[in-house]
DNA sequence: ACAAAATGTTAAGTATTTTATACATCAAAA
DNA sequence: TTTTGATGTATAAAATACTTAACATTTTGT
């Protein structure tokens, strides 16, 4: 049945348990424009690894923390 | 300083604990060409962050074991 | 030594991510 | 109420990931 795998993140969570760092802020500490982090944290796209990868550094976690690649339907 | 950060990954040994698993078949079950499997392992680019996770998928590892997003020099 | 399979390389094209601008909306603050 | 800062939307251009195809080199098996 090729169950449909779907990108979804924390960030905005993460963002706000991180002092309410703001997107333009965060988009600052990894070298990104503030449309980047605003795309990804909407998941309108699938960012490259390595800009995921400066993300969960900033958060000091784990990429698999900040970002789930899960059916749909998963809770 | 800024250090510079690189990304590195394990898929090759990955591949061939995996029943010595050849590039192809790699690619095949992730769904991209025999090429990207090969830019991806040799660090040509930084592959977009669903097929880190895809790749990861197959060898049954988090995304972070799978890649290392280091400074050049770490051990 | 030979054949076959796996890996490496290159080039040109397509697809996707990221940038840059610009503007709209909303909430908070003055 | 007006301003300001943060967020959302849109679009075009630039940069990068991925494909396709073809061929060269290395490794493996017979």
Redesign the pocket.
Known sequence: MAETLTLKNNI?TL?FFSN?M????L?SKI??????V?????G?????L??AFKIARIFNKPIDDVFQYTSLDEK
């Not at 070298?31 to 980047?36: L, P, S």
């Not at 605003?38 to 909407?42: C, L, N, P, V």
């Open positions: 905005r963002r309410e703001t997107q333009q802020e988009a070298g990104v424009t503030r449309q980047t605003m795309a990804i944290e909407k309108k796209y699938s960012p490259s390595e800009v």
